[in-house]
């Protein structure tokens, strides 16, 4: 199955991973063809980080990240020695730790529930103004970043146009952004500055 890179840049040592959730959680994902999300090297902060253990709960896994049920037959494993790794349960908390040499490599969750959330206001001139917009569900939601392709986003958002864009703060070390890209889907995951309103028509 053919995979899009969906959100990247590095927390550890060149590996392309960041938290979808929170800062207690890392993990590499990737959009396949049938819309659902692929999850690699998923770990879990529990004093440092630890691989997850593939006798985590599938399904507790995806909603740790986020996301929708697991896709049946879709969990690899990886050899990679003895470590202490972590147990996550069903409900997608910490459950235990475990000695293991097989630590979960990948799995697939749905990605149903990721959507984009906004305030909005219809201007006199019949342009509207956007803002407060993040990508996300009812877990976690990110920023969007300003290096987003204004024209796909408010295509994307259901406008035919864009006018103009405002960008705010900073570019943040520690907080990352959404990039929306041509074809109006998360593109990258970029320390940028963020999107603060966008105007659509």
Known sequence: MRAYSLLVILFLTGTS???????????????????????????????????????????GVCKLFGFADYVQNTKLEQ?????????????????LFRSSIYRLHSLSCQFADIAFNYDSKMNSDGVTTIWNLRIGNQTYARRLAASSDPRALCNRLGFANFQAMKTSGDVSSTNRCVKIGSDGQPAALEYQTIIESIDCF
Do not use: C, Y
Request: net charge negative.
């Open 17 to 59: 991973a960041f938290a979808w959730k929170n800062a207690s959680e890392r993990v590499d994902l990737s959009v396949n063809d049938d819309g659902t999300v692929n999850l690699s090297r998923p770990m879990f902060q529990e004093g440092q980080l630890h691989w997850l253990s593939i006798a985590s709960s599938n399904s």
């Open 79 to 95: 050899n990679v020695g003895l470590q202490r790794m972590i147990d996550i349960n069903n409900d997608g908390n910490f459950a």
